[in-house]
Nanobody
Framework: QVQLVESGGGSVQAGDSLRLSCAAP????????MGWFRQAPGKEREFVAY????????DYSDSVKGRFTISRDNAKNTVYLQMNSLKPEDTAVYYC????????????????WGQGTQVTVSS
């Protein structure tokens, strides 16, 4: 069982930055595809970014490309989401997730989830 714990959410102004962290206290963390998803009130959970195990291959949704950066530190069993130039439409609960798939943007392919952290961006 992979337990994921997110942190770093908060309330900011448009244009500000936040960095989310996801801790996965498990020794085989490095073998998992790690993703970030978000869900705004009344909307479906949507893909934000993933970083592939070992190779570090990355992908982003078009809505965050150029503003968000995903990274991972396998030694610390932690994945990060640096969010710059935040917009009000980025307001959502952000979830960290882990998958045994090589790559996926579909939340149904992710087996393990954190509890979520709220990000609120005001204009």
């Amino acid at each position: 069982q992979v337990q994921l714990v997110e942190s770093g959410g908060g309330s900011v102004q448009a244009g500000d930055s936040l960095r989310l962290s996801c801790a996965a206290p498990r020794r085989d963390f490095g073998g998992y595809l790690m993703g970030w998803f978000r869900q705004a009130p009344g909307k479906e959970r949507e893909f934000v970014a993933y970083i592939r195990a070992k190779t570090g291959i990355i992908d982003y949704s078009d809505s965050v490309k150029g503003r968000f950066t995903i990274s991972r530190d396998n030694a610390k069993n932690t994945v990060y989401l640096q969010m710059n130039s935040l917009k009000p439409e980025d307001t959502a609960v952000y979830y960290c997730a882990a998958s045994r798939f090589l790559i996926s943007i579909f939340h149904s392919d992710y087996n393990y989830w954190g509890q979520g952290t709220q990000v609120t961006v005001s204009s």
